[in-house]
């Protein structure tokens, strides 16, 4: 079993950076891939960037340009830098890890940004 520890949200204002982490621990070596998802109130949750083991990077087309997903392997830890956030940016971000078939998230950090 693989768990992911979100942490780094916050609250900030419009047009400034965050960068969110994500630990894994585990089953280490059985991860392909790890991703950022967000929800926010009222919507459903969706992809905001995810990176497999073997370092390729996958945004969606509304996602691109302003986050970008990382990861340290020495770490067992993906990041999330996202860059001139805007109020609509206001979510839950959750990570995500794929092992095995399965699916592990985190508890989510909150990321809020005010006008």
């Known amino acids: 079993q693989v768990q992911p520890v979100e942490s780094g949200g916050g609250l900030v204002q419009a047009g400034g950076s965050l960068r969110l982490s994500c630990a894994a621990s585990?089953?280490?070596?059985?991860?392909?891939?790890m991703g950022w998802y967000r929800q926010a109130p009222g919507k459903q949750r969706e992809l905001v960037a995810f990176?497999?083991?073997?370092?390729?990077?996958n945004y969606p087309d509304s996602m691109k340009g302003r986050f970008t997903i990382s990861r340290d392997n020495a770490k067992n830890t993906v990041y999330l830098q996202m860059n001139s956030l805007k109020p609509e940016d206001t979510a839950v971000y959750y990570c995500?890890?794929?092992?095995?078939?399965?699916?592990?998230w985190g508890q989510g950090t909150q990321v809020t940004v005010s006008s």
């Open positions: 995500a890890v794929f092992y095995k078939g399965f699916t592990g």
């Open positions: 585990g089953s280490i070596s059985s991860i392909n891939a």
């Open positions: 990176i497999t083991s073997g370092d390729i990077t």
